[in-house]
C-alpha cells in the first residue's frame, strides 16, 4: 500500500515546490518591476523642467482655458468646424491611403511567411523579422526622418504610417493565415495552378473576411496616428492643432473646434467599423 502511495506523495510536493518557486520568482520580479518604476520616475521627474508633483495641481488649468473660452465664443464654433474641415479630410486622406498601402504589403509578407504556404519556406523567418523590424520602429521617429529629408507634409506622415501598418498587418493576416484549411490549395496544386492562384483562389476567399475586419481596426487607429504625426509638421488636423495651442490665449476656440472635430470623427468611424467587423463575423459564423 505505500509502494503505491509514494509515487502519489512525490508528485503532489513536486507541484507544490514547483508552485511556490514560481510564486517566488513572481514576487521577486514584481519588487524588481516596482523598483525600476519608481526610480524610473523619479529620474523623468528630476529632469522634466516644472516637475511632476509642482505641475499636478495644474493639470486641468488648460483644459479649463479651452472650455471657457469655447463657451465664450460658442457663436463662431460652427464657422470654425468649417473652417477646419479640409484639415479633416487631408487626416483622413493620410489615414487611408497609408493603411491600403500598408494592407497591400501585408497581404504579401503575409503569405510569404506562412509556414504551409509560403513560397519560398526557407525565407520564412527573413520575412517574419521583416516584419517585426517595421512593427518594432514608431511610426512618428519615421515621419521625423522623413519631414527630415523630405520636408513636412502629408507625403512623410503616409509613408511612416503605411511601413507600421505593414508590419502590424502582416502578423496579424499570417495569424489568420495559418488557420486557413490547405485542401482547397493542395487540389489547386494537383490540377497544376501556380503558388499565385493557388493563394488567390484557395487562400483569399477563406481570410478575406478576418483580413478586413483587422485593416477596418487598423484605418481607426490610424486616423489618431495621422492626427498625431500633425504635429512634428506632417500637416492635417494635428498640424492646425499645434498651431493654435501654440498661440495660447485667443486661440483656444479654435482648438476646442479642432478637438471637436477630431473626436466626432474617431467616434464615428469607430462605430462604423465595429458594425461591419460585427457583420463580416456574423456572416463568417453562418458560412
Known amino acids: 500500500m505505500t509502494d503505491q502511495t509514494a509515487p502519489g506523495l512525490d508528485r503532489s510536493q513536486a507541484y507544490l515546490a514547483l508552485v511556490r518557486q514560481r510564486r517566488l520568482y513572481g514576487s521577486v520580479l514584481t519588487v524588481l518591476f516596482v523598483v525600476a518604476l519608481v526610480a524610473g520616475f523619479r529620474v523623468a521627474d528630476d529632469r522634466n ?4 508633483w509642482e505641475g499636478l495641481p495644474q493639470i486641468l488649468d488648460f483644459p479649463a482655458d479651452v472650455i471657457a473660452e469655447a463657451w ?14 479640409p484639415s479633416l479630410i487631408e487626416t483622413l486622406n493620410i ?7 500598408g494592407a497591400f504589403i501585408a497581404f504579401f509578407l503575409a ?20 516584419m517585426d523590424v517595421l512593427r518594432a520602429i514608431p511610426d512618428i521617429v519615421i515621419a521625423l526622418v522623413l519631414i527630415f529629408l523630405m520636408g513636412g507634409g502629408p507625403v512623410p506622415a503616409m509613408i511612416a504610417i503605411a511601413i507600421h501598418t505593414a508590419g ?3 502578423k496579424q493576416f499570417s495569424e489568420v493565415n495559418e488557420n486557413a484549411d490547405l485542401k482547397p490549395v493542395e487540389g489547386l496544386a494537383s490540377t497544376g495552378a501556380v503558388w499565385g492562384q493557388q493563394m488567390w483562389l484557395g487562400v483569399v476567399p477563406q481570410v478575406a473576411p478576418n ?10 487607429i490610424n486616423i489618431r496616428a495621422s492626427a498625431i504625426l500633425g504635429f512634428v509638421g506632417a500637416g492635417g488636423l494635428g498640424y492646425d492643432l499645434r498651431n493654435a495651442i501654440s498661440w495660447g490665449m485667443g486661440q483656444f476656440a479654435e482648438s476646442a473646434a479642432i478637438f471637436i472635430l477630431l473626436f466626432g470623427t474617431i467616434v464615428l468611424f469607430d462605430q462604423l467599423s465595429s458594425q461591419w467587423r460585427d457583420r463580416l463575423i456574423r456572416e463568417r459564423s453562418r458560412a
Request: glycine share 10%.
Open 49 to 52: 523642467a516644472g516637475g511632476f
Open 111 to 130: 503569405l510569404l511567411s506562412t509556414r504551409g504556404l509560403a513560397r519560398w519556406p526557407r525565407l520564412v523567418p527573413l520575412f517574419r523579422r521583416l
Open 72 to 85: 465664450r465664443r460658442a457663436g463662431e464654433l460652427p464657422g470654425l468646424l468649417w473652417h477646419f474641415l
Open 211 to 220: 483580413y478586413l475586419s483587422y485593416a477596418l481596426l487598423r484605418f481607426e
Open 95 to 101: 489615414a487611408a491611403v497609408s493603411t491600403l498601402t
Open 168 to 170: 502590424a498587418l502582416g
